[in-house]
């Protein structure tokens, strides 16, 4: 019963009071806003995704009632995360000349529907709570939350990896996530290993304080951790980390530090767990990674060294004031820092491996931290720097097959069950 009304999407209505009147459209995000910006229009361009906002927008206009809104929203939607996936997987033409591998087509071009969506005007009754639900639904297809398809079978492992947005983009519009890049390259592929085959699925996530805490990733990921054949062998979330290394992180804390989102706003407190959401009562102050950490640092490979990061800052029991740890929290304390530190990578880690434990699920799973992705040393001025360079590129690529390695190695220390 928990699990079904969580997974039940956001109610869409028609007629009633809520309905009694069309709304004239919602002004953009802080996020949408970016998009005039000469830097995500180039990188629409260069990529050939400035087309996807207008054939959604022409669609949408065609649109003459709100069950055929909610389809033409969740195509498009499912179609941008398909395409996305392609280019970067290397089907299909490029439509430009961007690399392939890059992630920031799909963020720009994810907003562009958003925003054509917040200034639709359509030709019938539209409450503005069924605007937002019609804006979830592009969110989640966009993201490939709502066509995650792991197989059945004892034959094959079923992996999880999910991926972030780009984020700090105020300081440099150009800015791309390494572990969204990752998750594009990953969804639906296959990784030979030692003990057999793994089936690997991506999602990824935004960089919003807001989406966290309702729900969005117990809803994404709670279909997959419950008991049946098509139940994940093992999980990790992704996201940038520090310069020039990988973390796996061993413990996760319950404590937003406050830092801005892409939308502008900032959250400091306990970590947030939505209600109808399967939990571990009381909250725990933390919680640890599953992954066989001793065996992803000691044998992936790659340029980048691979670390078993241990620390956090806490307020040890009796305390009042912060203290950093380097060999984990001390019995009784309050987090105030992860390993991962007190951001949304921690608090997807948090959540992730919260959720594991709340419904029992014994299989590896944590967070890995990527290296922070650079631009060349000739093109680190964001105001007069090119979007992409060689060195960027190579160095997106390097950190996606590092990712790669890990994962090998973590499925090939999963138990077959």
Do not use: C, K
């Not at 001025?381 to 090998?408: C, H, K, M, Y």
């Amino acid at each position: 019963m928990l699990a079904a009304a969580l997974l039940a999407s956001a109610p869409l209505t028609v007629g009633g009071p809520a309905s009694a009147a069309a709304a004239p459209g919602a002004a953009p995000t802080v996020e949408e806003e970016r998009l005039t910006g000469p830097v995500p229009q180039e990188i629409l361009r260069r990529s050939g995704f400035d087309e996807v906002a207008p054939a959604f927008a022409r669609a949408l206009a065609g649109a003459r009632s709100l069950p055929e809104a909610r389809q033409v929203a969740t195509d498009h939607g499912r179609r941008l995360w398909r395409r996305a996936v392609d280019r970067v997987q290397g089907r299909g033409p490029a439509g430009g000349d961007l690399s392939r591998d890059d992630d920031r087509p799909l963020y720009w071009a994810r907003l562009g529907m958003t925003r054509a969506l917040r200034a639709w005007q359509p030709s019938f009754r539209l409450a503005e709570r069924d605007r937002a639900a019609l804006v979830a639904v592009v969110e989640r297809g966009s993201r490939g939350q709502d066509s995650v398809e792991l197989p059945e079978g004892r034959g094959v492992r079923r992996v999880l990896v999910t991926g972030f947005d780009p984020f700090q983009l105020d300081s440099d519009a150009r800015r791309s996530n390494p572990s969204g890049a990752a998750a594009l390259a990953l969804d639906g592929t296959t990784i030979t290993t030692a003990s057999g085959p793994a089936r690997v699925e991506a999602v990824v996530f935004p960089v919003r304080w807001t989406d966290f805490a309702e729900g969005t990733v117990e809803r994404t990921l709670l279909p997959h951790f419950l008991p049946g054949p098509r139940r994940v062998d093992l999980f990790t979330t992704i996201s940038q980390g520090r310069p020039g290394r990988f973390d796996v992180e061993r413990t996760n804390g319950a404590w937003r530090g406050g830092s801005p989102d892409n939308a502008g706003l900032s959250r400091t407190g306990t970590v947030p767990v939505p209600r109808d959401v399967p939990t571990v009562h009381p909250q725990p102050q933390w919680t640890t990674t599953s992954l066989p950490y001793a065996a992803i640092t000691a044998a992936a490979t790659g340029p980048f060294p691979v670390h078993d990061n241990t620390a956090v800052t806490e307020i040890p029991a009796g305390g009042t004031d912060p203290v950093d740890r380097e060999d984990g929290p001390t019995p009784g304390s309050t987090a105030r820092a992860g390993g991962g530190g007190d951001y949304l990578s921690n608090e997807i880690a948090y959540r992730a491996t919260l959720l594991r434990d709340a419904v029992g699920l014994h299989v590896p799973g944590g967070h890995l931290h990527t290296p922070v992705l650079r631009f060349a040393g000739d093109n680190t001025d964001p105001a007069t720097g090119r979007v992409t360079d060689p060195e960027f590129v190579r160095n997106r690529e390097a950190i996606t097959a590092q990712i790669r390695s890990v994962l090998t190695v973590a499925v090939e220390n999963t138990p077959q069950r």
